[in-house]
């Protein structure tokens, strides 16, 4: 058994793809995930489970989400490690990391999808791409941002969910505890 973290991207924002983390809780427990904890409404949820690749993973709860609860959602997932090695890639500066969002990608980008990044720019806001995740610190929040995640996607043309910094560190201290 291997401890992973997924993170399901849009579901309970603004009354769509709802779903309670109690009965997917239930849904992952009877079918045979292990330890499962949920952090927070937004999808957050840390399991054990037989030793499998997070791409298999990913496939087999977005099968088991869409029969519980009709929704066809992106399913990111990472090992311990995986969460370990995006904190300590934050390429920004220290100062700001408990300021920031990490948006992780699903796949690695096309190299002249990245290129295209270097071009943007928006006063107050800053970001950086690092394997698989992008950095981004919005002195203004993240609600008046006009770099969010589906911004990214479109340049990107890759799935990606974004989590603040505080969430990253619970789910990740929730996976340790396992």
């Known amino acids: 058994m291997a401890t992973y973290i997924a993170f399901l991207r849009g579901i309970n924002v603004g009354g769509h793809h709802k779903i309670l983390m109690k009965q997917l809780t239930n849904v992952l427990e009877n079918n045979h995930f292990k330890n499962v904890k949920t952090y927070i409404q937004s999808g957050n949820v840390v399991f054990t489970y037989n030793n499998s690749s997070c791409s298999d993973l990913e496939i087999i709860l977005s099968k088991l989400i869409l029969q519980a609860f009709g929704h066809t959602i992106t399913v990111l ?19 700001v990391i408990e300021q920031s969002y990490f948006l992780m990608l699903k796949n690695k980008p096309l190299e002249q999808d990245l290129e295209k990044l270097n071009s943007i720019s928006y006063p107050n806001e800053v970001f950086k791409y690092c ?13 008046k941002t006009k770099l969010t995640s589906n911004f990214f996607e479109k340049q990107l043309k890759v799935a990606i969910t974004a989590r603040n910094y505080k969430t990253i560190n619970k789910v990740l201290q929730l996976a340790e505890a396992i």
Not at 131 to 138: A, E, G, M, Q, R
């Open 77 to 95: 997932v990472k090992t311990v490690q995986d969460l370990k090695i995006i904190i300590e890639d934050f390429p920004l500066s220290k100062e």
């Open 131 to 143: 394997n698989t995740t992008v950095y981004l610190y919005c002195s203004n929040g993240y609600g």
